[in-house]
């Protein structure tokens, strides 16, 4: 296969030797595999920008409740605070956030997301790359090469590593949906495919480590305000790719190590709600109003 990558250097090998992005890249070799059609393809990742955006809409303008009652109107509470003040994150980036927060609620409330690599991290792709491409006046066909970026981001993390916050603590989830919206921004703002894992490798180191704790087993707290964090993370690692700095560790090597550190992590702490956040005394009481006695003490 003309296209097929399994690392990040096989990947910027092929960027270099063809003179591609990654974008480019990543549809070739959908195209190879798939023997879908580039347009077919394309007009799939368009589905999932709009569902992406309607999810970032729902929560601004309306309450939207999880079942559980957990999360919910986080987003709206957001969206009001910046019309009356000036966020001290500045506008942008509390925008980013705020539309992060949105997409998570909607999750949370069985509505309908892109799980962008998973459910738990689903507010950070479109929070990140959705509003940095709106507010830099970018085309849904920017927008869906951008999409295609990520996706190969993802790919790479899936393949070498593992998404799944049972197997590696939240660093993995919203870890890896970081370092997929941070590559985006970069190639669609004009970066290098270096730069793009730079700023991929920027994110991963920024939350090394980071536990997957949710209380009472659900998705909701505390991975909405992570959603919020991992958006942030995304656009500041994409600033400075931009700008110039590179990884001291290859990428590759960056994904490798998120993996190991998983694997350490005490199993308490991958998603299962026996540690951290989870096992406090008011995350146990949280688990036993929504499931009775006895749940969240594991």
Known sequence: MTYRFT?????????GEKKMTIAQVMLAREVE??????????????????????AIQAGLHEGVKSVSGLIGGEAYKLSQYA????????????????????????????????ASPTAGSCGIVPGALVSTGLRQG???????????????????????????????????????ASAMASAAIVEM?????????????????????????PIAGLVECPCAKRNALGTANAILSADMALAGLETA???????????????????????????????????????????????GRG
């Open 189 to 213: 703002m004009g970066g290098s495919p270096a730069a793009a894992l730079s700023a991929a490798s920027f994110t991963i180191k920024n939350i090394l480590g980071l536990v997957c704790d």
């Open 83 to 114: 019309a009356t003040h000036e966020p001290l994150s500045g506008r942008d980036m509390f925008q980013a956030m705020t539309n992060a927060m949105s997409v998570m609620e909607v999750n949370a409330s069985m509505g309908r997301i892109v």
């Open 33 to 54: 595999m798939s023997k879908r059609s580039a347009e077919e393809i394309r007009g799939q990742m368009l589905d999932s920008l709009n569902v992406m955006k309607t």
């Open 7 to 15: 690392t990040g250097e096989e990947l910027l090998e092929i960027c």
């Open 138 to 176: 970018k085309t849904d066909e920017e927008l869906v090469e951008a999409l295609l970026t990520a996706s190969a981001i993802g790919f790479l993390f899936s393949r070498n590593a593992t998404v799944a916050g049972s197997e590696g603590g939240c660093q993995a989830e919203t870890g890896t």
């Open 249 to 295: 560790i290859p990428f590759d090597e960056v994904v490798d190590a998120m993996y190991r550190v998983g694997k350490v992590m005490s199993p308490t702490l991958r998603e299962t709600a026996m540690g951290g956040l989870a096992a406090t005394p008011t995350g146990i009481r949280i688990a036993e109003r929504i499931f009775g006695p006895g749940h």
